[in-house]
Protein backbone atom coordinates (compact mmCIF):
# COMPACT_ATOMS: atom_id res chain seq x y z
CA UNK A 1 0.00 0.00 0.00
CA UNK A 2 1.42 3.56 -1.12
CA UNK A 3 1.88 5.60 1.76
CA UNK A 4 1.80 8.90 -0.34
CA UNK A 5 -2.39 9.66 -1.29
CA UNK A 6 -3.95 8.70 -4.23
CA UNK A 7 -5.76 10.94 -6.80
CA UNK A 8 -9.88 8.93 -7.53
CA UNK A 9 -10.76 9.14 -11.82
CA UNK A 10 -9.18 8.20 -14.68
CA UNK A 11 -6.19 10.13 -15.63
CA UNK A 12 -3.99 7.87 -17.24
CA UNK A 13 -3.83 4.47 -18.85
CA UNK A 14 -1.24 3.69 -16.58
CA UNK A 15 -4.19 3.39 -14.01
CA UNK A 16 -5.54 0.12 -16.40
CA UNK A 17 -5.37 -3.73 -15.64
CA UNK A 18 -6.61 -6.55 -17.02
CA UNK A 19 -9.33 -7.37 -14.71
CA UNK A 20 -10.63 -3.46 -14.92
CA UNK A 21 -10.56 -3.91 -18.91
CA UNK A 22 -12.34 -7.31 -19.08
CA UNK A 23 -15.23 -5.92 -16.25
CA UNK A 24 -15.93 -3.08 -18.49
CA UNK A 25 -15.66 -4.94 -21.62
CA UNK A 26 -18.36 -7.41 -20.55
CA UNK A 27 -20.38 -4.06 -18.95
CA UNK A 28 -19.88 -2.21 -22.36
CA UNK A 29 -20.93 -5.60 -24.58
CA UNK A 30 -24.22 -5.86 -22.36
CA UNK A 31 -24.96 -1.94 -22.82
CA UNK A 32 -24.88 -3.23 -26.70
CA UNK A 33 -26.83 -5.88 -26.20
CA UNK A 34 -29.47 -4.19 -24.12
CA UNK A 35 -29.37 -0.74 -23.77
CA UNK A 36 -32.53 0.32 -22.73
CA UNK A 37 -31.47 -1.43 -19.07
CA UNK A 38 -29.46 1.18 -18.69
CA UNK A 39 -31.42 4.41 -19.46
CA UNK A 40 -32.13 5.39 -16.22
CA UNK A 41 -28.81 3.81 -14.26
CA UNK A 42 -27.76 7.50 -13.62
CA UNK A 43 -30.99 9.32 -12.82
CA UNK A 44 -30.25 12.08 -11.33
CA UNK A 45 -26.42 12.83 -11.59
CA UNK A 46 -25.23 15.37 -13.47
CA UNK A 47 -22.08 15.34 -15.49
CA UNK A 48 -19.83 18.42 -16.70
CA UNK A 49 -18.11 18.51 -20.03
CA UNK A 50 -15.17 21.10 -19.74
CA UNK A 51 -13.61 21.10 -22.56
CA UNK A 52 -10.82 23.85 -23.14
CA UNK A 53 -9.38 22.49 -26.93
CA UNK A 54 -12.38 21.77 -29.95
CA UNK A 55 -13.65 18.22 -29.96
CA UNK A 56 -16.26 16.47 -31.43
CA UNK A 57 -16.13 13.15 -31.09
CA UNK A 58 -15.04 12.50 -27.69
CA UNK A 59 -17.41 15.56 -25.97
CA UNK A 60 -20.22 14.09 -28.02
CA UNK A 61 -19.70 10.81 -26.97
CA UNK A 62 -19.42 11.41 -23.83
CA UNK A 63 -22.89 13.59 -23.87
CA UNK A 64 -24.25 11.15 -25.20
CA UNK A 65 -23.33 8.58 -23.20
CA UNK A 66 -24.24 10.60 -20.09
CA UNK A 67 -27.94 11.05 -21.86
CA UNK A 68 -28.14 7.65 -22.79
CA UNK A 69 -27.64 6.76 -18.68
CA UNK A 70 -30.25 8.90 -17.82
CA UNK A 71 -27.96 11.94 -15.99
CA UNK A 72 -27.91 15.34 -17.08
CA UNK A 73 -25.07 17.39 -18.61
CA UNK A 74 -23.57 20.55 -18.33
CA UNK A 75 -20.82 21.84 -20.60
CA UNK A 76 -17.97 23.78 -21.59
CA UNK A 77 -17.58 23.53 -24.99
CA UNK A 78 -16.04 27.01 -25.48
CA UNK A 79 -12.82 28.59 -22.77
CA UNK A 80 -13.57 32.05 -24.28
CA UNK A 81 -17.26 31.33 -22.78
CA UNK A 82 -15.87 30.73 -19.30
CA UNK A 83 -13.98 33.16 -16.74
CA UNK A 84 -10.49 31.32 -17.75
CA UNK A 85 -11.43 34.05 -20.31
CA UNK A 86 -10.72 36.14 -17.22
CA UNK A 87 -7.86 34.90 -16.37
CA UNK A 88 -9.14 32.11 -13.83
CA UNK A 89 -7.02 29.48 -12.93
CA UNK A 90 -8.04 26.04 -13.56
CA UNK A 91 -7.51 25.16 -9.89
CA UNK A 92 -10.29 27.93 -8.91
CA UNK A 93 -12.23 26.53 -11.97
CA UNK A 94 -12.04 23.30 -10.76
CA UNK A 95 -13.20 23.73 -7.53
CA UNK A 96 -16.22 25.87 -8.07
CA UNK A 97 -17.56 23.07 -10.99
CA UNK A 98 -16.67 20.49 -9.14
CA UNK A 99 -19.22 21.39 -6.48
CA UNK A 100 -22.09 21.92 -9.26
CA UNK A 101 -21.61 17.89 -10.58
CA UNK A 102 -21.07 14.27 -9.57
CA UNK A 103 -18.50 13.81 -12.39
CA UNK A 104 -16.53 16.15 -14.71
CA UNK A 105 -14.58 14.83 -17.93
CA UNK A 106 -11.99 17.59 -18.42
CA UNK A 107 -9.57 18.19 -22.15
CA UNK A 108 -7.20 20.59 -21.64
CA UNK A 109 -3.99 21.72 -23.70
CA UNK A 110 -1.82 21.23 -20.63
CA UNK A 111 0.12 18.03 -20.14
CA UNK A 112 -1.29 16.56 -16.40
CA UNK A 113 -3.90 19.23 -16.06
CA UNK A 114 -6.69 16.28 -15.35
CA UNK A 115 -4.46 14.97 -12.34
CA UNK A 116 -3.95 18.44 -10.90
CA UNK A 117 -7.34 19.39 -11.27
CA UNK A 118 -8.54 16.31 -9.15
CA UNK A 119 -6.44 17.63 -6.69
CA UNK A 120 -9.16 20.88 -6.45
CA UNK A 121 -12.18 18.40 -6.96
CA UNK A 122 -13.45 15.80 -4.48
CA UNK A 123 -15.64 14.30 -7.38
CA UNK A 124 -14.47 11.62 -9.68
CA UNK A 125 -12.62 13.27 -13.00
CA UNK A 126 -11.98 11.45 -16.22
CA UNK A 127 -9.61 12.70 -18.77
CA UNK A 128 -10.59 13.85 -21.87
CA UNK A 129 -7.21 14.22 -23.71
CA UNK A 130 -4.38 16.53 -21.74
CA UNK A 131 -2.03 17.87 -24.29
CA UNK A 132 0.35 15.62 -25.25
CA UNK A 133 0.25 13.21 -22.38
CA UNK A 134 -2.84 11.26 -22.38
CA UNK A 135 -6.20 10.53 -23.38
CA UNK A 136 -7.38 6.87 -21.89
CA UNK A 137 -11.19 6.92 -22.95
CA UNK A 138 -9.74 6.81 -26.46
CA UNK A 139 -7.37 4.16 -25.61
CA UNK A 140 -10.46 2.26 -23.74
CA UNK A 141 -12.38 2.64 -27.02
CA UNK A 142 -9.53 1.61 -29.39
CA UNK A 143 -9.37 -1.75 -27.30
CA UNK A 144 -12.39 -2.67 -26.85
CA UNK A 145 -12.92 -2.21 -31.09
CA UNK A 146 -9.78 -4.54 -31.15
CA UNK A 147 -11.06 -6.75 -28.32
CA UNK A 148 -14.58 -7.44 -30.47
CA UNK A 149 -12.96 -8.10 -33.63
CA UNK A 150 -10.15 -10.39 -31.91
CA UNK A 151 -12.62 -12.12 -29.75
CA UNK A 152 -10.78 -10.69 -27.01
CA UNK A 153 -7.35 -12.32 -27.96
CA UNK A 154 -4.72 -9.74 -27.62
CA UNK A 155 -1.55 -11.59 -26.52
CA UNK A 156 1.20 -12.28 -29.83
CA UNK A 157 -1.20 -9.80 -32.07
CA UNK A 158 1.01 -7.52 -33.89
CA UNK A 159 0.22 -3.54 -34.01
CA UNK A 160 2.11 -0.83 -35.41
CA UNK A 161 1.75 3.00 -34.37
CA UNK A 162 2.26 5.32 -37.64
CA UNK A 163 2.89 9.20 -37.73
CA UNK A 164 3.14 11.53 -35.19
CA UNK A 165 4.21 9.77 -31.75
CA UNK A 166 5.95 12.54 -30.33
CA UNK A 167 3.02 14.79 -29.83
CA UNK A 168 -0.28 12.61 -30.51
CA UNK A 169 -1.85 11.76 -27.10
CA UNK A 170 -3.54 8.93 -28.33
CA UNK A 171 -0.87 6.63 -29.56
CA UNK A 172 0.60 7.52 -26.08
CA UNK A 173 -2.04 5.74 -24.19
CA UNK A 174 -2.49 3.32 -26.48
CA UNK A 175 1.19 2.09 -26.46
CA UNK A 176 0.81 1.49 -22.77
CA UNK A 177 -2.03 -0.51 -22.58
CA UNK A 178 -0.83 -2.54 -25.73
CA UNK A 179 2.02 -3.61 -24.31
CA UNK A 180 0.69 -5.14 -20.97
CA UNK A 181 -2.03 -6.57 -22.70
CA UNK A 182 0.87 -8.81 -24.53
CA UNK A 183 0.48 -6.90 -28.01
CA UNK A 184 3.83 -6.70 -30.27
CA UNK A 185 4.30 -2.98 -31.24
CA UNK A 186 5.98 -1.61 -34.14
CA UNK A 187 7.41 2.26 -34.17
CA UNK A 188 6.81 4.17 -37.46
CA UNK A 189 7.11 7.91 -36.52
CA UNK A 190 7.31 10.01 -39.12
CA UNK A 191 10.99 11.73 -39.85
CA UNK A 192 11.33 14.14 -37.12
CA UNK A 193 8.04 13.04 -35.38
CA UNK A 194 9.42 10.04 -32.30
CA UNK A 195 8.47 10.34 -28.66
CA UNK A 196 11.24 10.48 -26.09
CA UNK A 197 13.28 7.32 -25.76
CA UNK A 198 13.05 7.09 -21.53
CA UNK A 199 8.54 7.06 -22.49
CA UNK A 200 9.43 3.73 -24.48
CA UNK A 201 12.09 2.81 -21.85
CA UNK A 202 9.51 3.28 -19.36
CA UNK A 203 7.04 1.09 -21.09
CA UNK A 204 9.81 -1.60 -21.87
CA UNK A 205 11.41 -1.30 -18.15
CA UNK A 206 7.53 -1.57 -16.89
CA UNK A 207 6.47 -4.79 -18.37
CA UNK A 208 9.74 -6.40 -18.74
CA UNK A 209 9.70 -6.87 -22.92
CA UNK A 210 12.34 -6.73 -25.32
CA UNK A 211 13.29 -3.69 -28.15
CA UNK A 212 14.68 -5.48 -31.44
CA UNK A 213 14.46 -3.96 -35.42
CA UNK A 214 12.49 -5.59 -37.62
CA UNK A 215 12.72 -4.17 -41.60
CA UNK A 216 10.05 -3.88 -44.47
CA UNK A 217 10.26 -1.97 -47.48
CA UNK A 218 7.17 0.24 -46.89
CA UNK A 219 8.70 1.58 -43.73
CA UNK A 220 11.41 3.02 -45.78
CA UNK A 221 7.93 5.46 -47.32
CA UNK A 222 6.18 5.92 -44.04
CA UNK A 223 10.02 6.63 -41.41
CA UNK A 224 12.94 7.46 -44.17
CA UNK A 225 14.17 4.22 -42.98
CA UNK A 226 13.23 0.24 -44.09
CA UNK A 227 14.27 -0.64 -40.43
CA UNK A 228 11.39 -0.13 -37.62
CA UNK A 229 11.96 -0.43 -33.20
CA UNK A 230 9.16 -3.56 -31.90
CA UNK A 231 8.93 -4.40 -28.82
CA UNK A 232 7.43 -7.34 -27.55
CA UNK A 233 7.69 -9.33 -24.62
CA UNK A 234 10.74 -11.49 -24.22
CA UNK A 235 8.48 -15.03 -23.81
CA UNK A 236 8.42 -14.79 -27.52
CA UNK A 237 10.38 -17.00 -28.97
CA UNK A 238 11.52 -16.75 -32.76
CA UNK A 239 14.26 -17.88 -34.47
CA UNK A 240 15.05 -15.43 -36.29
CA UNK A 241 15.87 -13.35 -33.48
CA UNK A 242 19.41 -15.50 -32.96
CA UNK A 243 20.43 -14.18 -37.10
CA UNK A 244 22.69 -11.42 -37.86
CA UNK A 245 20.09 -9.87 -40.19
CA UNK A 246 17.22 -7.38 -39.11
CA UNK A 247 14.29 -9.96 -40.15
CA UNK A 248 11.45 -8.62 -42.47
CA UNK A 249 8.23 -8.06 -40.74
CA UNK A 250 5.68 -10.68 -42.36
CA UNK A 251 2.15 -9.15 -41.10
CA UNK A 252 0.58 -6.57 -39.32
CA UNK A 253 -2.79 -7.05 -37.58
CA UNK A 254 -3.58 -3.79 -37.24
CA UNK A 255 -2.45 -0.16 -37.89
CA UNK A 256 -2.90 2.82 -35.91
CA UNK A 257 -3.11 6.16 -37.87
CA UNK A 258 -2.58 9.59 -36.54
CA UNK A 259 -2.54 12.65 -37.63
CA UNK A 260 -0.24 15.42 -37.65
CA UNK A 261 -0.69 17.39 -34.62
CA UNK A 262 -0.31 21.23 -36.05
CA UNK A 263 -2.21 22.49 -32.89
CA UNK A 264 0.98 21.40 -30.80
CA UNK A 265 3.58 22.90 -33.01
CA UNK A 266 4.44 20.05 -34.75
CA UNK A 267 5.57 20.41 -38.51
CA UNK A 268 6.15 17.70 -40.91
CA UNK A 269 10.01 17.32 -42.36
CA UNK A 270 9.18 14.82 -45.18
CA UNK A 271 7.20 16.11 -48.11
CA UNK A 272 4.15 13.90 -47.25
CA UNK A 273 2.73 12.77 -43.69
CA UNK A 274 2.68 8.97 -43.48
CA UNK A 275 -0.25 7.41 -44.29
CA UNK A 276 -1.98 4.59 -46.36
CA UNK A 277 -3.66 5.07 -50.53
CA UNK A 278 -5.73 2.21 -51.81
CA UNK A 279 -2.13 1.66 -53.29
CA UNK A 280 -0.44 0.93 -50.19
CA UNK A 281 -3.05 -1.25 -48.86
CA UNK A 282 -2.49 -3.77 -51.45
CA UNK A 283 0.82 -4.75 -50.00
CA UNK A 284 1.06 -8.51 -48.79
CA UNK A 285 2.04 -6.76 -45.20
CA UNK A 286 -1.34 -5.49 -45.05
CA UNK A 287 -3.37 -8.38 -46.07
CA UNK A 288 -4.85 -8.81 -42.78
CA UNK A 289 -4.50 -5.29 -40.98
CA UNK A 290 -7.18 -3.60 -39.47
CA UNK A 291 -7.04 0.02 -40.09
CA UNK A 292 -7.42 2.30 -37.41
CA UNK A 293 -7.55 6.28 -36.28
CA UNK A 294 -8.62 8.53 -33.88
CA UNK A 295 -9.93 11.12 -36.02
CA UNK A 296 -9.61 13.65 -37.10
CA UNK A 297 -8.33 12.41 -40.43
CA UNK A 298 -6.12 14.53 -43.00
CA UNK A 299 -4.40 13.78 -45.98
CA UNK A 300 -2.93 10.29 -44.14
CA UNK A 301 -6.21 8.84 -44.52
CA UNK A 302 -7.86 9.41 -47.89
CA UNK A 303 -11.82 8.59 -47.99
CA UNK A 304 -11.26 6.06 -50.97
CA UNK A 305 -10.69 3.88 -48.55
CA UNK A 306 -13.80 4.04 -46.52
CA UNK A 307 -15.31 1.12 -47.89
CA UNK A 308 -12.46 -1.46 -47.88
CA UNK A 309 -13.71 -4.11 -44.82
CA UNK A 310 -10.67 -3.64 -43.18
CA UNK A 311 -11.07 0.14 -42.45
CA UNK A 312 -12.67 0.18 -39.12
CA UNK A 313 -12.31 3.67 -37.70
CA UNK A 314 -15.80 4.47 -37.83
CA UNK A 315 -17.05 1.76 -35.98
CA UNK A 316 -14.39 2.73 -34.20
CA UNK A 317 -15.89 6.05 -33.45
CA UNK A 318 -19.48 4.25 -32.98
CA UNK A 319 -18.22 2.62 -29.81
CA UNK A 320 -17.14 6.18 -28.42
CA UNK A 321 -20.74 6.63 -26.34
CA UNK A 322 -20.97 2.62 -25.27
CA UNK A 323 -17.39 2.70 -24.01
CA UNK A 324 -18.01 5.81 -22.42
CA UNK A 325 -21.15 4.52 -20.76
CA UNK A 326 -19.56 2.16 -19.11
CA UNK A 327 -16.92 4.58 -17.95
CA UNK A 328 -19.06 6.55 -15.96
CA UNK A 329 -20.83 3.63 -14.60
CA UNK A 330 -17.66 2.41 -13.23
CA UNK A 331 -16.96 5.82 -11.58
CA UNK A 332 -20.38 6.52 -9.93
CA UNK A 333 -22.32 2.84 -10.01
CA UNK A 334 -20.03 0.37 -10.16
CA UNK A 335 -21.18 -2.01 -7.77
CA UNK A 336 -24.44 -2.39 -9.34
CA UNK A 337 -23.07 -3.19 -12.44
CA UNK A 338 -20.68 -6.02 -11.86
CA UNK A 339 -17.59 -3.20 -12.51
CA UNK A 340 -14.45 -2.86 -10.71
CA UNK A 341 -13.99 0.78 -9.29
CA UNK A 342 -11.59 3.04 -11.51
CA UNK A 343 -7.98 2.65 -10.37
CA UNK A 344 -6.54 5.39 -8.41
CA UNK A 345 -3.22 6.77 -9.70
CA UNK A 346 -0.56 7.69 -6.87
CA UNK A 347 -0.55 11.16 -6.49
CA UNK A 348 3.15 11.94 -5.92
CA UNK A 349 5.35 13.35 -3.29
CA UNK A 350 5.12 16.89 -2.36
CA UNK A 351 8.18 17.57 -1.00
CA UNK A 352 9.35 20.59 -2.83
CA UNK A 353 13.45 20.22 -3.44
CA UNK A 354 13.55 20.00 -7.03
CA UNK A 355 13.22 23.55 -9.35
CA UNK A 356 10.47 23.91 -12.46
CA UNK A 357 9.25 20.75 -14.15
CA UNK A 358 11.82 20.65 -17.26
CA UNK A 359 8.51 19.95 -19.66
CA UNK A 360 7.25 23.47 -20.70
CA UNK A 361 3.86 22.32 -21.84
CA UNK A 362 3.09 20.92 -17.84
CA UNK A 363 0.45 22.56 -16.25
CA UNK A 364 2.42 23.31 -12.98
CA UNK A 365 4.33 25.92 -15.53
CA UNK A 366 1.06 27.40 -16.24
CA UNK A 367 -0.36 27.23 -12.93
CA UNK A 368 2.78 28.47 -11.58
CA UNK A 369 2.76 25.81 -8.60
CA UNK A 370 5.45 23.33 -7.70
CA UNK A 371 5.09 19.62 -9.47
CA UNK A 372 5.19 16.55 -7.19
CA UNK A 373 6.85 13.83 -8.46
CA UNK A 374 7.11 10.07 -8.16
CA UNK A 375 9.78 7.04 -8.68
CA UNK A 376 9.38 5.04 -11.37
CA UNK A 377 11.23 1.28 -11.27
CA UNK A 378 12.91 -0.55 -9.55
CA UNK A 379 16.14 -1.53 -10.83
CA UNK A 380 16.41 1.25 -13.04
CA UNK A 381 15.20 4.02 -10.64
CA UNK A 382 14.03 7.28 -12.68
CA UNK A 383 12.21 10.46 -10.55
CA UNK A 384 9.36 11.48 -12.70
CA UNK A 385 6.96 14.71 -12.35
CA UNK A 386 3.48 12.81 -11.01
CA UNK A 387 1.83 15.25 -13.06
CA UNK A 388 3.36 15.37 -16.87
CA UNK A 389 5.36 12.45 -16.52
CA UNK A 390 8.91 14.37 -17.52
CA UNK A 391 11.95 12.70 -16.73
CA UNK A 392 13.63 14.76 -14.18
CA UNK A 393 17.14 15.20 -13.55
CA UNK A 394 17.92 13.74 -10.09
CA UNK A 395 21.66 13.24 -8.92
CA UNK A 396 21.41 13.46 -5.58
CA UNK A 397 19.12 12.53 -2.80
CA UNK A 398 18.57 13.79 0.54
CA UNK A 399 17.56 12.31 3.62
CA UNK A 400 15.16 14.27 6.13
CA UNK A 401 15.63 12.27 9.05
CA UNK A 402 19.68 12.71 8.68
CA UNK A 403 19.86 15.87 6.90
CA UNK A 404 22.39 14.22 4.35
CA UNK A 405 22.53 13.80 0.77
CA UNK A 406 24.32 11.50 -1.47
CA UNK A 407 24.64 9.82 -4.95
CA UNK A 408 21.56 8.91 -6.41
CA UNK A 409 22.74 5.79 -7.20
CA UNK A 410 24.77 5.00 -4.16
CA UNK A 411 23.19 2.43 -1.73
CA UNK A 412 22.66 4.23 0.93
CA UNK A 413 20.53 6.84 -1.02
CA UNK A 414 18.06 3.43 -1.77
CA UNK A 415 17.75 2.58 1.74
CA UNK A 416 15.85 6.18 2.57
CA UNK A 417 12.44 5.76 2.18
CA UNK A 418 10.29 7.81 0.55
CA UNK A 419 8.30 10.21 2.47
CA UNK A 420 12.29 10.96 3.94
CA UNK A 421 13.54 11.56 0.17
CA UNK A 422 14.34 14.98 -0.91
CA UNK A 423 15.86 14.94 -4.44
CA UNK A 424 17.92 17.57 -6.04
CA UNK A 425 19.60 17.99 -9.13
CA UNK A 426 22.88 19.50 -8.09
CA UNK A 427 25.12 19.68 -4.73
CA UNK A 428 24.91 23.32 -4.45
CA UNK A 429 21.16 23.04 -4.60
CA UNK A 430 21.03 20.45 -1.43
CA UNK A 431 23.65 22.90 0.35
CA UNK A 432 21.24 25.43 0.11
CA UNK A 433 18.46 23.31 1.76
CA UNK A 434 20.94 22.54 4.33
CA UNK A 435 21.90 19.72 3.58
CA UNK A 436 25.45 18.16 4.00
CA UNK A 437 27.27 15.27 2.02
CA UNK A 438 27.34 12.17 3.24
CA UNK A 439 29.04 10.01 1.29
C1 LIG B 1 -7.68 12.84 -30.81
C2 LIG B 1 -7.25 13.85 -29.77
O1 LIG B 1 -7.95 14.83 -29.50
O2 LIG B 1 -6.19 13.64 -29.19
N1 LIG B 1 -9.02 12.96 -31.21
C3 LIG B 1 -9.98 12.31 -30.50
O3 LIG B 1 -10.13 12.49 -29.31
N2 LIG B 1 -10.71 11.41 -31.16
C4 LIG B 1 -6.74 12.74 -31.95
C5 LIG B 1 -6.48 13.97 -32.76
O4 LIG B 1 -7.06 15.04 -32.55
O5 LIG B 1 -5.66 13.86 -33.67
Redesign the pocket.
Known amino acids: MSILPTIDGLHSSEALNTTFLESLFACAADIEAQPSKYSQALSGKVIATVFS?P?T??RLSFESAAHRLGASVITVSDPKSTSAAKGESLSDMMRVVSSYCDLMVLRHPHDGASRYASRYSNIPLVNG?DGRLG?PT?TLVDLYTLHKKWGGQFEGKTVALLGDLAN???VRSLAWSLAMLGVRIVLLPGPGLDWAASFEQRIVDHFDLRLRWVSHPLFAGWTGNSEARIIEPCGLVQKDLFGTEVPKLQSLDALYL??L?VERGAVSTASIFPGITPEIIENKLLANCLFLH???RCEELPSSIDDDPRAIYFEQAANGPIVRQAVFLAALAGQDYSLLPLRSLSAGNNVHSLKECPNENCISRHEGVAFPWRIFGRLRRVFLCSLCDAQLAVDYIGCASTRKFHAQHSLTAQRISPENMHPFSQRTDAEACGFVWGS
Open positions: ESRTGHQGRTTRQPLP
